[in-house]
């Protein structure tokens, strides 16, 4: 073992503090027969600066019989709780779960408190670091919990303990819970699915198409084989939730007589009309264009997202009561001041539009990028057949030049830094170059001249030096790289920004926090999106749409309670582990599709495929069960616990508190535990299965205390150990032997309940027979 | 407190643990030289690297064989998974401490153990009889149900297991 330093408190209160000096990195040692084996294989990734050994903390070592409850002291080792007379006389069940522990010499060592403080036992877990290095698991800060597609014979049968925070989900500027709706879909519950869903992001059909997909990277599926495809269930729900929007775009059940106006109808308008419209406001939205949907219908490009998707998204919200005037340009055809007297609150999420002057000669012989993206029809006469320079590298140039590319013109993008700095998604920069797009990196136009009809563009190369003040590489003239190229049309892309012209006076534009966030101006102002924020993507203004859902309607009502915790569905936490690879997605190829200017590139995928997909979720959680044989009896017994921070009921302690998490602080000792006497007529029993008898951490144990009072079960508590992350009560059987004659025939069907639930894993399904018979055992014998 | 115990070293303050070994007074320094006992050391590697007690036997260093049993203050336990800066006070009895310091006799166990061949390799038996002692001591007469409770934490792989549990019976009925 490697060194440490050794502490001997003399008290708890020494003890206590000894821990939160070293802040987590200081080990309490009761016995030492789980944490010395620990240290020895030095498979944690952190090995522990001190230890403070309990056992010198005098008077936590005692067996009390109060007058309605038994307590125990932590420090009392399992040898004596087990050959305690009274113990064996007032609760079998701890004694017999006593007796049942490791060996003599380990219950000589051992105690209460340490055994059920104990880390659980999963040889990934505690694989040693000398045998080629430590297995870095889910539990230790890793991707993958081995045991899921590994050998899972020692593992829950009754899913995972869940993690606290999703990767994916982190990943997602909406932090949308994906295991959560991908669970349902597993079960093939869509509606359920589609409403997990609607609580993160109200418009999953847009974002299923043209979201850059934040989540896919953070896939901890990426590290067995491939990422969860999903934006492609994402898209699949976002239509199913639209074919079916009577459901889930429903009408407030209440209007609650207050009224939002909001100034744009792009993804932070529509999903902050959403939510308001949902909590009964009255929403009306203002778009200064001809059509709803903002960029999302006017200048994103039909073959990524087609306006149908868009209109019918539309529809939908239009159905929930939200009124959208179009047309309506706010500051000229009516006046901000006039919305905000007219309204409770006003949400201005007006996008970025207003394009960038490059400040060069000639500039204005250039066409604006998002105009050409709005009005390519009227110019789809003129431009087919010709050579056009797209300057800019974001997503509106490559929109711009794959557009034209469609048009019949020759597009040619003009960039001063090189393709890895572009803004532009990296999926539609590729599919550009599949198209025959002409990149011209490193290229500075420097001014525009018409010629003989043409326009000829003088440009200069440049080169990468240092950075900028964004972080970015700075591009720098070549001193005498001057050239010029002759083009039909010029359609410059050089970035948006807010038209912060709308809101009059002194209110100033130094907002710009974070992209999803949204921020109150003064009086009923409020403000986000990419009006806020500057160009973003879709799924970020639509998160700051719900963020300004959140700050108008807390602002509006009063501070209560908050929306998200709304959320009331039990997250399942079932994992199964499917080894199928990745949906493919099917794409046409580059020269079909440049003939389809207004048809979807990337086609539907069916339910199958989607069901399947979804299996392929990891679900992530660990798999290791709690080994404690002593938490499985007082939980039974329905016993409490009391540490040096709080005193809980044992079933309360022991609960799937999330990944990370565990049962006491670092700095939280166990001092006694109490179990109350049990009343007259008490049945109780403990069993254990292992592989060898000593030693062995159970397989699977049970632990059942009934009361039976003239001849009927009254009372009962069924207790499964080992099955799961934490010891299990067996509701469903507890429920049917309330009120009955317990015979064998009862105790074979409360078996059958207790283990209906069951999910096993590969290796692990022989642990549901072993438990079904223990139950029925533990019960009638 | 890596610094502080260092400094506490070359002060010449160095702390020490006291433990009986077999009816014997030990004073330990603790530290990282030869000789001395460092905090990671547990009670089988004091026993056998710095006292030379060597009949305590360490197989699985896990806690898991038994071959490392001890008695501590009359009770079985694995010297492997105990620390011996925590045994400070404790009395401790080996495999080396049964027998008669004044006739040099053989414990009535060993004795049987002999008689009994109750071991081939012999690498599991001092923990063996280390269990059986703590047994006897508590209980001198025991049914043959309670010896294989006491033994159920030591391990024989060459499956001298019997042989073990009738050398305890006979040891039990010559303290009768």
Known sequence: ?781 | MEKKRKEGVRSGKKKKIKLSVNGIGYELEIGDKPGEVDYGHTLAHTLRETLNLTGTKVACDHGACGCCTVLMDGKAVLSCMTLTVECDGKNITTIEGLKDNKTGALDPIQQAFIEHSAFQCGYCTPGIIMSAKALLMENPSPSKEEIKEALSGNFCRCISNYQAIDAVITASNRGR
């Open chain 1, 1 to 781: 073992m490697k060194s440490f330093s050794h502490y001997n408190p003399k008290s708890v209160e020494e003890a206590v503090q000894v821990l939160s000096t070293y802040d987590g990195k200081a080990k309490p040692n009761a016995g030492g027969t789980d944490l010395l084996g620990i240290l020895k294989e030095k498979s944690l990734p952190e090995y522990p600066e001190a230890i403070v050994n309990l056992k010198t903390i005098e008077g936590l070592s005692y067996i009390k019989e109060e007058e309605d409850f038994i307590a125990i002291g932590s420090l009392t080792k399992l040898s004596e709780i087990a050959g305690s007379q009274m113990v064996r006389e007032k609760i079998s069940l701890l004694a017999d779960a006593a007796k049942e522990v490791a060996t003599p010499q380990i219950r000589n060592m051992a105690t209460v408190g340490g055994n059920l403080a104990q880390d659980v036992r999963c040889w990934y877990y505690r694989y040693p670091h000398h045998l080629g290095g430590r297995i870095v698991c889910l539990r230790k800060g890793g991707t993958l919990c081995n045991a899921l597609s590994g050998d899972n014979r020692y593992h829950s049968i009754f899913g995972v303990a869940p993690m606290e925070k999703y990767p994916c989900a982190e990943g997602c500027p909406a932090k949308t819970d994906i295991p959560f709706y991908m669970s349902y879909i597993k079960e093939g519950k869509i509606d359920e699915a589609g409403e997990i869903m609607m609580k993160y992001n109200p418009i999953p059909a847009i974002t299923g198409r043209v979201c850059p997909i934040f989540c896919e990277p953070k896939c901890n599926r990426k590290s067995f084989d491939e990422p969860l495809a999903i934006r492609c269930v994402e898209r699949y729900l976002g239509d199913q939730l639209l074919e079916n929007k009577e459901k889930f775009y429903r009408k407030p059940c209440k209007e609650n007589g207050r009224s939002v106006a909001i100034v744009g109808s792009g993804p932070a308008g529509l999903t902050a009309a959403y939510y308001l419209r949902k909590k009964g406001y009255s929403v009306v939205v203002y778009e200064k264009l001809k059509n709803a949907g903002g960029m999302l219908y006017n200048t994103i490009p039909s073959y990524r997202l087609p306006k149908p998707v868009v209109k019918r998204q539309i529809e939908a919200l239009e159905e929930m009561g939200i009124k959208f005037k179009t047309g309506v340009e706010v500051g000229v055809d009516i006046r901000l001041e006039e919305l905000s007297d007219r309204y409770n609150a006003v949400f201005l999420a007006a996008g970025a539009w207003k394009e960038r002057k490059m400040g060069i000669e000639g500039e204005g012989f250039a066409i604006s990028g998002l105009s050409f993206l709005m009005s390519k029809e009227e110019l789809a006469g003129d431009i087919k057949g010709k050579k056009v320079a797209v300057i800019g590298g974001g997503n509106v140039a490559v929109d711009v030049a794959r557009t034209l590319l469609r048009m019949g013109a020759t597009p040619s993008v003009l960039y001063r830094r090189t393709k890895g700095e572009m803004p532009a998604f990296e999926e539609e920069t590729r599919k550009a170059l599949e198209e025959g797009v002409e990149f011209s990196f490193l290229t500075l136009p420097k001014a525009i001249k018409k010629v003989d009809g043409k326009l000829e563009l003088s440009c200069v190369k440049m080169r990468l030096s240092g950075k900028d003040e964004s972080g970015r590489p700075r591009p720098v003239p070549v001193k005498g790289s001057e050239f010029t190229m002759l083009f039909d049309f010029v359609i410059k892309a050089t970035g948006e920004e807010p038209e912060w012209e709308i809101i009059p006076g002194e209110i100033k534009r130094d907002i710009r926090k974070e992209p999803s966030g949204a921020y109150k101006l003064e009086g009923n102002l409020f403000i986000g999106g990419d009006f806020a924020n500057g160009p973003s993507t879709v799924i970020e203004a639509s998160a700051s749409g719900r963020a300004a859902f959140t700050l108008i309607d807390k602002w509006i009502r009063g501070d209560r309670e908050d929306f998200i915790d709304e959320m009331v569905k039990q997250r399942p936490n079932t994992s199964i582990f499917v080894d199928i690879p990745r949906v493919s997605i099917p794409e046409i190829p580059p020269s079909e599709r440049i003939k389809v200017l207004e048809g979807e590139e990337t086609p539907d995928v069916g339910w199958n495929e989607i069901k399947k997909e979804a299996e392929r979720c990891f679900n992530c959680g660990c798999l290791a069960v709690n080994p404690s044989d002593m938490a499985v009896a007082l939980i039974a017994l329905d016993g409490e616990i009391v540490t040096t921070k709080k005193r809980v009921r044992a079933e309360e302690l022991f609960t799937d508190s999330g990944l990370g998490k565990v049962l006491l602080d670092p700095d939280e000792i166990i001092k006694e535990i109490r179990i109350p006497k049990p009343k007259a007529g008490s049945h109780q029993r403990f069993l254990k299965f292992t592989l060898r008898k000593p030693v062995d951490f159970a397989i699977a144990s049970v632990a059942t205390s009934l009361v039976i009072k003239d001849g009927l079960c009254v009372d009962a508590r069924i207790v499964l150990g080992s099955l799961a992350p934490v010891p299990l009560r067996a509701k469903k059987a507890e429920e049917l032997l309330i009120g009955k004659p317990i015979d064998e025939s009862i105790a074979s069907v409360a078996a059958s309940l207790a283990l209906s639930d069951a999910k096993p894993l590969g290796m692990n399904a022989y642990k549901v027979e072993i438990g079904k018979t223990l139950v029925k055992r533990s019960i009638f014998a």
